[in-house]
């Protein structure tokens, strides 16, 4: 069973798909332990891990979603152990007579979730489902507030600025470039990064937050599009910017993610703005108690995007 557990944990979102975590399971008191891999961190996009803690939390959501999915309970601990900072999480699956209704709904999700990189529709999302995609973050100890039309230009606005600060810094671009996958054999043998076919439709027009995977070079058959005119906007953030909140963030992104999907919504998500600290603080609305904005989504309706590529079991999960 821990082997079907880390291989749905493993469908979570990661930044570039660097996919930063390791499982090891003690087989001799039952434990399954989340870790980082500080192999797979981003030292120019994300020098600080918080990231890799989202991304992180995000695969820890998804493994108790699929423990309850199996009629079992996940006790979880975060940061259990002070003196090993890389130890993210611990799980101890117990037995239950009532296993969580509310995270075994989400299952049928977890295969389905991909990132969208592609135009939506401009079909407004109803209120009542933006309402519980604001309770599925509250449970997690985040906040989700959709931002009003000033501040989604404001948005729109610091991503694009960070895509031309960006494009400016080579230790920056060579890391993109190591984390894309372009060329059919690339794309076809890829168990990470981003392959080129999930790059999406260069814009056009429209309000885009999404990363140009591109980066000025050609990749065959992409095409462009126009996006929203007025893009529908969501941002999860934390009082905190600590290790826990940003663990905490992951967790409650892949839940709205997770139940977003529930209500055949696609979903970006950008961080691009956010990983320069001179822009982030200019993200959040003022008047918000969300002090900290740790990830910018866009929601709508159309195409959910295509899977992304997954390392084995065997190179993330470790027996003892």
């Given at each position: 069973m ?5 291989r ?5 979102p990661?930044?570039?798909n660097?996919?930063p975590?390791a499982?090891?399971f ?11 891999d500080?192999?797979?961190?981003l030292?120019?996009?994300?020098p600080?891990g918080r990231?890799l ?9 998804t ?11 996940a ?7 002070p ?8 799980v ?16 049928p999700a ?5 990132t969208?990189?592609?135009?939506f529709?401009d ?9 519980a ?10 906040l989700?507030?959709?931002?009003g039309?000033?501040?989604?230009q ?20 060579d890391e ?7 060329g059919?054999?690339?794309?076809d ?14 814009p056009?027009a429209?309000g885009?937050v999404?990363?140009?995977?591109s ?12 996006f929203e ?9 934390t ?6 909140a ?10 709205v ?7 055949d919504?696609?979903?970006g998500?950008?961080s ?5 600290g ?12 969300m ?17 992304s590529?997954?390392r084995?079991?065997r190179e ?5």
């Amino acid at each position: 069973m821990v082997t079907e557990l880390v291989r749905d944990a493993t469908t979570a979102p990661s930044l570039h798909n660097a996919q930063p975590w390791a499982f090891v399971f003690r087989s001799a008191d039952g434990v399954l332990e989340l870790h980082a891999d500080p192999s797979r961190q981003l030292p120019y996009t994300d020098p600080g891990g918080r990231a890799l803690h989202i991304s992180c939390g995000a695969a820890l959501f998804t493994l108790r979603v699929a423990i309850a999915h199996r009629g079992r309970e996940a006790e979880v601990s975060l940061l259990p152990d002070p003196a090993r900072p890389g130890l993210l999480a611990s799980v101890r699956v117990r037995r239950t007579p009532h296993a969580d209704a509310d995270l075994d709904d989400l299952y049928p999700a977890v295969h389905r979730r991909h990132t969208s990189r592609y135009p939506f529709a401009d079909t407004r999302v109803p209120r009542q489902v933006w309402d519980a995609l604001a309770e599925a973050a509250r449970a997690e100890g985040a906040l989700l507030v959709v931002p009003g039309p000033w501040h989604v230009q404001a948005v729109l606005g610091l991503t694009e600025d960070a895509q031309w600060f960006d494009a400016e810094e080579r230790g920056r671009a060579d890391e993109l470039d190591r984390w894309t996958r372009l060329g059919r054999y690339a794309s076809d043998v890829a168990v990470d990064g981003v392959p080129d076919y999930a790059f999406g439709r260069h814009p056009r027009a429209g309000g885009a937050v999404v990363r140009d995977f591109s980066a000025g070079r050609t990749v065959a058959g992409r095409g462009t599009a126009d996006f929203e005119s007025a893009p529908q906007l969501a941002l999860l953030g934390t009082a905190d910017d600590t290790p826990m909140a940003w663990l905490r963030s992951g967790q409650a992104l892949q839940r709205v993610l997770l139940l977003a999907t529930c209500h055949d919504l696609a979903v970006g998500l950008s961080s691009q703005a956010l990983e320069r600290g001179e822009l982030r603080w200019a993200a959040r609305d003022p008047l918000s108690a969300m002090q900290h904005v740790q990830m910018v989504l866009r929601l709508g309706y159309g195409p959910t995007g295509p899977r992304s590529p997954r390392r084995g079991v065997r190179e993330v999960l470790t027996i003892r």
